[in-house]
């Protein structure tokens, strides 16, 4: 093997990106990742701007035995974007989307997050199902399955990929799709990024908004156990055009809520209509009329407003830690476990929801996709944040013992809500058969395992 000095010589001469190395002026910057948590310092941060850097990147570790971390928004909650002593990848300079108004499709680059790719596609009253906050990743959100506002109108952000071009651990540029390389198709859709680098998504667009009715309706905590058994008969009758999520936290200080209001624990529902102004109000009035809210923010707004509902709750730099199930229903254990879990919450920064999964999703075939289990109900995120260390361990603390306390009734987990829990738990999230059809399809691309910072599939 050569020396490290002339292959990063070597590397350098090949290069057209940027190669940032510890002690360089954006070093710092360039190696921190949404969650503030995880601190490592890589080796080298290769800024890539196309294939070509990719693959002189990926020549580089394989050369120098070097562990290779790839990054596309860096919002693994676990930090697997990043490494100490690797490789990073850093494909967030590749921002290219290209929207076809005519046969409502999208390309988006791997570095390119889910808030630049809706403003692209509203251009043209057009959306694809992503995730609900808009500085998260669509290469990592998009490989592990991706739910989120349209889910259950239009499918995960998978069921809505058409194709994908992807570079191998040998250096290889391939595309798959339905019809060209389908097992690697089917694999990459839920499996992560086990089999390669994706360099493009292709996605089908749907007419989406541009107004929508959407927004949060909220209540004190206490109502909390009325609430939940109201919500979850009621959505049993409501249509795919809306979906939801149940939030138990305390009130943020946002600019959009009254300042009296900040800091009070509540018990939120988040509702978006993927449909008509009208029809949205006529479905969400039930749940209005049911009990008063303490406040009701939802009302017709801009589709890019209501996926941007999230953010200012979940910025970059604060320590997270998050754990995360999926249940077949909201029984009535379930709901006691729920309410108990809000009231047990003892930070300003922590919360959880719980999505209301079902419509398109489980329509799909279960085996078309790499995806885990279509069936369940709900999936419930026990995320602990806090702004820096201090306090973190009694908010992580809580995140364990919610998760806990709902062990006896999960049934299953998406891939994507993992942090570092061990083979078992990933392979809980695709079921027996997917994994192990994971598993050959990883032999046949990553024999090696070259791509390991992710939630693993090893070959053997
Ligand atoms: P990164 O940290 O860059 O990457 C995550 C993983 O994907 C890493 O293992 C990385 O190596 C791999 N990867 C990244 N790019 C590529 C590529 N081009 N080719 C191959 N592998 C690659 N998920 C949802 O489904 N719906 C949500 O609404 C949602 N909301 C979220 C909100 C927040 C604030 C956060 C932190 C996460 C959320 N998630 C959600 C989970 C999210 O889908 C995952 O954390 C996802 O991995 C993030 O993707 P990323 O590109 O930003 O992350």
Same mark, same amino acid.
């Not at 500085?135 to 990929?161: E, F, P």
């Not at 994908?164 to 540029?173: F, I, K, N, S, Y």
């Not at 075939?365 to 820096?388: I, K, W």
């Given at each position: 093997m050569s020396t490290i000095t002339s292959e990063i010589q070597a590397l350098g001469d090949d290069f057209r990106g940027e190669l940032v190395h510890p002690g360089e002026p954006s070093y710092d910057e360039l190696r921190?990742?949404?969650? @503030?948590s995880i601190d490592r310092r890589p080796a080298l941060i290769a800024r890539c701007t196309g294939v070509a850097d990719i693959r002189s990147a990926l020549t580089y570790a394989r050369r120098t035995g070097l562990p290779v971390a790839v990054r596309g928004g860096g919002h693994s909650f676990p930090g697997h974007s990043t490494c100490d002593g690797g490789v990073v990848l850093d494909l967030s300079p590749l921002k290219g989307i290209r929207v076809d108004p005519v046969r409502r499709t999208a390309r988006a680059q791997a570095g390119v997050l889910l808030g630049e790719l809706d403003r692209e596609t509203q251009a043209f009253g057009l959306a694809t199902p992503s995730g609900?906050?808009?500085?998260? @990743?669509v290469a990592g959100l998009t490989l592990g399955g991706g739910i989120g506002w349209l889910m259950r109108k239009y499918g995960l952000t998978i069921d809505n990929l058409l194709s994908v071009d992807l570079v191998t651990a040998e250096g290889e540029l391939l595309t798959a799709s339905e019809d060209v390389n389908a097992d690697l198709f089917w694999g990459i859709r839920g499996g992560g990024g086990n089999f390669g680098i994706v360099t493009e998504f292709e996605f089908q667009l749907h007419p989406v908004g541009p107004i929508v009715y959407a927004g949060p309706i909220m209540w004190p905590m206490e109502e909390s156990p009325r609430i939940l058994r109201f919500y979850r008969d009621w959505i049993t009758g409501v249509p795919d055009e809306l979906t939801t999520a149940v939030i138990h936290r305390w009130i943020p200080a946002l600019p959009a809520i009254p300042p009296e209001l900040h800091g009070r624990p509540v018990v939120v529902v988040l509702a978006c209509y993927a449909g008509s102004i009208e029809d949205g109000e006529r479905v969400v009035a039930p749940l209005k009329a049911f009990a008063p809210p303490l406040? /009701?923010?939802?009302a017709p707004k801009p589709f890019v407003d209501v996926q941007a509902m999230f953010d200012l709750s979940y910025p970059h730099g604060r320590w997270y830690y998050m754990r995360a199930c999926d249940v077949a229903e909201l029984t009535d254990e379930v709901v006691d476990i729920a309410v108990e879990r809000g009231l047990a919450i003892s930070g300003p920064l922590t919360s959880y929801p719980i999505y209301h999964l079902g419509g398109a999703i489980s329509r799909v075939q279960a085996d078309a996709t790499a995806f885990g289990d279509r069936s369940n109900g709900h999936t419930f995120n026990f995320v602990a944040a806090t702004p @820096?260390? !201090?306090g973190f361990e009694e908010q992580r603390q809580w995140a364990r013992d919610s998760w806990r306390a709902m062990e006896p009734h999960q049934s299953g987990v998406y891939v994507n809500f993992?942090? /570092? !829990?061990?083979t078992d738990r990933i392979r809980s999230a695709y079921g027996a058969t997917a994994y192990d059809r994971l598993k050959d399809l990883k032999r046949k691309y990553d024999p090696n395992n070259l791509f390991h910072l992710n939630q693993n599939i090893p070959p053997q």
């Amino acid at each position: 093997m050569s020396t490290i000095t002339s292959e990063i010589q070597a590397l350098g001469d090949d290069f057209r990106g940027e190669l940032v190395h510890p002690g360089e002026p954006s070093y710092d910057e360039l190696r921190s990742v949404w969650n @503030g948590s995880i601190d490592r310092r890589p080796a080298l941060i290769a800024r890539c701007t196309g294939v070509a850097d990719i693959r002189s990147a990926l020549t580089y570790a394989r050369r120098t035995g070097l562990p290779v971390a790839v990054r596309g928004g860096g919002h693994s909650f676990p930090g697997h974007s990043t490494c100490d002593g690797g490789v990073v990848l850093d494909l967030s300079p590749l921002k290219g989307i290209r929207v076809d108004p005519v046969r409502r499709t999208a390309r988006a680059q791997a570095g390119v997050l889910l808030g630049e790719l809706d403003r692209e596609t509203q251009a043209f009253g057009l959306a694809t199902p992503s995730g609900i906050v808009t500085h998260t @990743g669509v290469a990592g959100l998009t490989l592990g399955g991706g739910i989120g506002w349209l889910m259950r109108k239009y499918g995960l952000t998978i069921d809505n990929l058409l194709s994908v071009d992807l570079v191998t651990a040998e250096g290889e540029l391939l595309t798959a799709s339905e019809d060209v390389n389908a097992d690697l198709f089917w694999g990459i859709r839920g499996g992560g990024g086990n089999f390669g680098i994706v360099t493009e998504f292709e996605f089908q667009l749907h007419p989406v908004g541009p107004i929508v009715y959407a927004g949060p309706i909220m209540w004190p905590m206490e109502e909390s156990p009325r609430i939940l058994r109201f919500y979850r008969d009621w959505i049993t009758g409501v249509p795919d055009e809306l979906t939801t999520a149940v939030i138990h936290r305390w009130i943020p200080a946002l600019p959009a809520i009254p300042p009296e209001l900040h800091g009070r624990p509540v018990v939120v529902v988040l509702a978006c209509y993927a449909g008509s102004i009208e029809d949205g109000e006529r479905v969400v009035a039930p749940l209005k009329a049911f009990a008063p809210p303490l406040l /009701d923010l939802c009302a017709p707004k801009p589709f890019v407003d209501v996926q941007a509902m999230f953010d200012l709750s979940y910025p970059h730099g604060r320590w997270y830690y998050m754990r995360a199930c999926d249940v077949a229903e909201l029984t009535d254990e379930v709901v006691d476990i729920a309410v108990e879990r809000g009231l047990a919450i003892s930070g300003p920064l922590t919360s959880y929801p719980i999505y209301h999964l079902g419509g398109a999703i489980s329509r799909v075939q279960a085996d078309a996709t790499a995806f885990g289990d279509r069936s369940n109900g709900h999936t419930f995120n026990f995320v602990a944040a806090t702004p @820096g260390p !201090e306090g973190f361990e009694e908010q992580r603390q809580w995140a364990r013992d919610s998760w806990r306390a709902m062990e006896p009734h999960q049934s299953g987990v998406y891939v994507n809500f993992l942090t /570092d !829990e061990g083979t078992d738990r990933i392979r809980s999230a695709y079921g027996a058969t997917a994994y192990d059809r994971l598993k050959d399809l990883k032999r046949k691309y990553d024999p090696n395992n070259l791509f390991h910072l992710n939630q693993n599939i090893p070959p053997q």
